[in-house]
């Protein structure tokens, strides 16, 4: 994948998820790697370990809301 292009893949060792394929998300070994670019320069890759449920992505989201106010805004001076 490169740096234009988003996307998900599920992963059980080298194997990716094939389209119209069934996928058991109930086993522990189960891998979910969600790609997306998020800005101009910024690309999000979220890894689900195990298995993935409505509440936990709504987790997920209440976590991203309470950390967002401890990172810097599009106009703050980069430090770098």
Do not use: W
């Not at 994948?1 to 998820?17: D, F, K, S």
């Not at 989201?61 to 106010?69: G, N, P, R, T």
């Amino acid at each position: 994948m490169n740096g234009t292009e988003t996307g998900h893949a599920l992963v059980r060792g080298a194997e990716e998820r094939r389209p119209g394929r069934q996928e058991d998300f109930s086993s522990a070994n189960t891998q979910e790697v969600h790609q997306q670019r998020i800005g101009r320069d910024c690309i999000v890759k979220i890894v689900f370990q195990g298995r993935l449920t409505q509440e936990a992505v709504g987790r997920l989201i209440k976590y991203l809301e309470l950390a967002k106010d401890t990172l810097p805004s599009e106009g703050d001076k980069d430090d770098r």
